[in-house]
């Protein structure tokens, strides 16, 4: 069954400064990937999704991603926060195959230190 | 455009009552996800209904179940209400059956006492 690790619980940088979220998932012979963002007491949004093509896609916000096959991962990079980007951040796959279902991580918060 | 609704936006119940929970989609949105996040962790995957079917369901108990109706909104029923269920039940629309934009609404907050 697919699966998806978050490495990090939290992660705390200073306000533009640079971050990166990490995300594994299990291997699978064709993968679609998101990463949405949940601000406090607000739904998720979706940032950004790579369904096939370039493996480096951006999103809104200034953030983007890049899918590595190879190494199963589909890490979450800024080059610079804004206290504005505190939030809780949500890797999640879908195989792709007949079920649509996405498999979720456990999240990452971002803790951005003025 | 409004975005995904859902309706209440809390609720507390006590063990073994039941919830009917509702979600209107995206005006033309044909597909409704539920799923359910318990503080702390990511969403868990419940049901998704496409064009009033059910085309997924994840590994929830029969307690838990759903409908579309024809004009695409959709309800979740949980019956016999345990502790463990309180959490926050989120719906998601997308124009069709596969996950690849989806559009979450704000989300239901269940506590059950």
């Known amino acids: 069954a697919q699966s998806v690790t978050q490495l990090d619980s939290q992660v705390p940088v200073f306000e533009e400064a640079p971050v990166e979220l990490r995300c594994n998932y299990s291997?699978?012979?064709?993968?679609?990937l998101f990463w949405y963002v949940q601000y406090p007491n607000q739904g998720l949004q979706l940032l950004l999704k790579y369904l096939s093509g370039s493996t480096l896609v951006k999103g809104i916000n200034g953030f983007e991603a890049e899918f590595n096959k190879s190494q199963t991962s589909f890490h979450l990079r800024k080059p610079s926060v804004h206290i504005s980007d505190t939030a809780e951040y949500f890797c999640a796959v879908s195989s792709g195959d007949s079920n649509y279902q996405l498999i979720w991580g456990a999240g990452t918060k971002l803790i951005i230190k003025p | 455009d409004a975005g995904v609704t859902q309706s209440p936006t809390h609720l507390i119940k006590t063990r073994g009552q039941h919830v009917t929970l509702r979600c209107s989609p995206i005006?033309?949105?044909?597909?409704v996800s539920w799923y359910q996040q318990v503080l702390g962790q990511g969403p868990q995957f419940i049901f998704q209904y496409y064009e009033k079917e059910e085309r997924g369901r994840g590994n929830f108990p029969d307690r838990f179940s759903a409908r579309q109706f024809p004009n695409y909104s959709s309800e979740l029923n949980v019956n016999a209400l345990l502790l463990g269920d309180s959490a926050l039940y989120l719906c998601a629309s997308s124009l069709g059956q596969a996950p690849y934009e989806q559009y979450f609404g704000p989300g239901t907050r269940l506590t059950v006492t």
């Open positions: 005006s033309g949105h044909k597909s």
């Open positions: 291997s699978s012979v064709s993968v679609y």
